[in-house]
């Protein structure tokens, strides 16, 4: 019979730091599991006033409202998978966080909608460089029927060498021209003629910031 | 069409040689396209095709059936546009433009593009931009403008911030309509997309989606004239499909709209300027003859023949606020010369001139009979304040606005394209129930006691109102009759003419004015085997019946 003998080196106070850590350790990761869940979810993104302007626009697009009954989070779209890449999208999320605190006032529906193309730029190169990965939690390419007649042919022989977000940008949130034909002044005119503004005020707003 | 030969172009008429060489067209065929071929062939087109063969299969099957698809030309050859665009998307990793121009179109069809740009087509919506708030916003909605007006006259197209066209003024193919690249008009206003067929475009439907209904119902006219019957009926003869399409050479089964206003005919060459050939200006209160005014800038513009015609090298306003150079002036006479060339192709030129006498003897009877007149005493009304400047608040303006936009038009194009229903009976038939039953019954309530100063001097000057003056004159043509009251001359010299036969007409005249028409029909009727002598009414009601009995 063999007898397992512990090796010198472990002191009881090894033996504890061992066992805190690893009790502390799987804490830690049941609370960033738990953290990016709820760091994931509407409730928590809406938390900020600013967000509730994407959150109508969400809130009116067929994620959220599916006929199947199967609804999109933000997170679902906009934080990866994995613990890993989770907490690293919310770290790097973090910069909203010090934008919305220091930053401009996001929380006013003007200065929002000013800086909706950045976000929208941004958003879609974050899905780019990840190859649509998020879209591809629900939707697999080669099971895509579509409601009309060649919906399925276009997924299966029009799509290669192109990511979900090539196509389908402007689906969920309000629409943001492309980056390459954004043209500010346009984008400027049309938030002064919807909230009433003078001509040329978006642009002292912008500058003043 | 790049690929067609051009058919030598002959001797030129004198004429035709001063109106072409201004305006610069020059072949009696659609112009050649004179861009390397190397220019179009877009290769990423094909990837376009490839999706859009699912995604929009009918739009990429009239592609595929179009002359565009045989002679290379893609999608991307005609949407593909530059990110500074203001219209320019990003779709499918392509910077596209939904919207093809003429301007874009003109890229290829060069002479196309700059007589459309010139002509009144272009000028569409900027000729009525100040008008339409009074029927358009006013008396129903803005809603109607862009389902309405400017489906016709095309509309001010709005790029939204966010790249999307403004639903307010897009889907729109008006002629007239207002591009985001700044060019005027829409091609597939009459070429329909994705096909761009010549034999569509040849055809009078190519027109009909504004040229009908009550104001500008050249449908119906050319329907019922004597073209639109051999058109109707030797349609398969027209040979719409060919290449070159030169009237009396080409077809001759009938002429179609295309073929007066646009197209080829003996030595005439084709146009895009669609009003070049118009003397007239048919839809005004007023009819005016019309200069045509070649500018400067390329761009052409229609004055009044009223007035003295702009001297070459002066400045003048156009339809769009913009100022221009005077290059030369065509002649209203000159517009009709060419015009009646066309005609000359069929008619002899006794027959050209005569009809062109017919027309511009309805348009004139029009004007100086109605239309000046009519002006005339709204003016009048105005000026005294007793209609407000508001137009369509007072029931007086809508029946003068139908006078001449409406009846008034139809009975000028009617005569103008020979259908007599439309002339008469749908047009100056209209014109005259309308200004003596209801504008000048309005118009005198409206004035008041200040009607002798405002409306009798006008209708007297006119001279033409003075059969009003004698209401005793009858005539058999509402059925019933009460005739001309003999007077005591014929009587005596009609054969047995004596005091009782007066007696006996006074009383069947009684008789009639006091009675419904029937009873007195039924009356007259009833004498028949006693016809008392000298009595008309009995004569004419007899042989009516017998007329009749005979059918």
Known sequence: MIKLEAPQFI??????????????????????????????????????????????????????????????????CHVSEGIIMATYDHAIGTKDLIKQMFGPDYDDPVVNLLHLPEAAFAARDWFRKRDSATCKRCHALDAIQGTR????????????????????????????????????????????????????????????? | MMCFPLRPICRWTEVLLLVCCAIGSSAALAAKVALDPSNWGHPEGENCVSCHEKSSPGLTQQWHDSAHKVAGVNCLDCHQAEPAEPDAIEHEGQIIATIVSPK????????????????????????????????????????????????????????????????????????????????????????????????????PSACVRCHSGPDSPDKE?????????????????????????????????????????????????????VGLRNAWNLNQPVSYQQYLVLLEDGSKLELPATEKPPKR????EKADGSVAKVKAVISPDRRRSVMSLVCLECHAKGFTEGFMTQFDNVVELYNTKFGEPAEAIMAGLYERELLTPLPFDEPLEFIYWELWHDEGARARHGASMASPNHAWWEGMYLVGRNFYSRFLPEARAVA??????????????????????????????????PTPSPRAGDLTTQSDASTETGAAVASAQEGVTDRDPEAAAAETSSEQGEPVSGVVPNDTETSRTSEEATQ
């Open chain 1, 11 to 76: 002191t009881r106070h090894v033996l504890f730091a061992l066992v805190a850590g690893g009790v502390g350790g799987v804490i830690f990761m049941f609370f960033l599991l738990e953290f990016d869940h709820y760091s994931s979810s509407n409730a928590f993104c809406t938390t900020c006033h600013s967000m509730t302007y994407a959150d109508d626009s969400y809130q009116a697009s067929p994620h959220y409202n599916s006929p199947s009954g199967v609804r999109a989070s933000c997170g679902d």
């Open chain 1, 149 to 209: 007649a060649n919906t399925a042919a276009i997924h299966q022989e029009e799509t290669a060498g192109k990511s979900c977000i090539d196509c389908h940008y402007n689906l969920v949130h309000r629409q943001v021209p492309s980056e390459q034909t954004f043209k500010r002044e346009a984008w400027n005119a049309m938030i002064e003629e919807e909230f009433g503004l003078e001509p040329g005020t978006a642009a002292e707003l912008l500058a003043t910031e």
């Open chain 2, 104 to 203: 874009d179109c003109g890229r290829c069809h060069e002479q196309e593009y700059e007589e459309q740009e010139g002509s009144v087509h272009a000028e569409a919506y900027a000729i009525i931009k100040d008008r339409i708030p009074a029927l358009a916003h006013n008396v129903t909605g803005s809603a109607m403008q862009a389902a309405g007006c400017d489906q016709c006259h095309g509309s001010v197209v709005k790029v939204r911030g966010d790249g999307t066209l403004d639903p307010a003024t897009w889907p729109n193919s008006g002629i007239g309509r207002i591009n985001p690249d700044g060019s005027k008009g829409s091609c597939s206003s009459c070429h329909g997309r994705h096909a761009f067929s010549k034999a569509q475009a040849r055809e």
């Open chain 2, 221 to 273: 006219v050319f329907e019922a004239s004597k073209h639109g019957m051999l058109f109707a009926a030797q349609r398969d003869q027209m040979n719409l499909h060919s290449d070159a399409w030169v009237a009396g050479k080409d077809y001759t089964a009938a002429p179609t709209c295309t073929t007066c206003h646009m197209g080829a005919a003996g030595k005439i060459p084709t146009t895009h300027d």
């Open chain 2, 313 to 316: 090298g002066s400045e003048v």
């Open chain 2, 448 to 481: 008041g006691d200040q009607a002798e100063a405002i409306i009798d001097p006008v209708l007297s000057s006119s001279g033409q109102h003075d059969w009003t003056d004698d209401p005793t004159q009858a005539n058999p043509i509402l059925g019933w009759m």
